[in-house]
Nanobody
Framework: EVQLVESGGGSVQAGGSLRLSCVAS????????MGWLRQVPGKGREAVAA??????????YYADSVKDRFAISQDKANNTAYLQMNSLKPEDTAMYYC???????????????????WGRGTQVTVS
């Protein structure tokens, strides 16, 4: 089992930046794919980014809507994943969730229902 706690959300003007953090605890070795997903009321959860750090390399995945604006990173030593969000737009307004699953590859990272563990979310509002 994995526990996830997000932080870093808030309100920002369009064009601004925020950095979200997600601290993981528990069986992080077996659930190495860390993702950030977002949801607005009335819509399903959209995967925006994910990261998998293996023994020799790190793979990052991004949705087209955030590519070149968001950057995902991970501090394995402290079991923390980050989402740096730049050039924020009003359409980025959502509840952002950190989630974990075993693997990211093969398109798995973008499948919201495939994530087994979820944080409670942190609200991001862009005006």
């Amino acid at each position: 089992e994995v526990q996830l706690v997000e932080s870093g959300g808030g309100s920002v003007q369009a064009g601004g930046s925020l950095r979200l953090s997600c601290v993981a605890s528990g069986d992080t070795q077996s659930n190495g794919c860390m993702g950030w997903l977002r949801q607005v009321p009335g819509k399903g959860r959209e995967a925006v980014a994910a990261i998998y750090t293996g023994s020799t390399n790190t793979n990052r995945y991004y949705a087209d809507s955030v590519k070149d604006r968001f950057a995902i990173s991970q501090d394995k030593a402290n079991n923390t994943a980050y989402l740096q969000m730049n050039s924020l737009k009003p359409e980025d307004t959502a509840m952002y969730y950190c989630a974990a699953r075993q693997y990211c590859h093969g398109g798995r990272w973008s499948a919201g229902p495939g994530y087994e563990y979820w944080g409670r979310g942190t609200q991001v509002t862009v005006s």
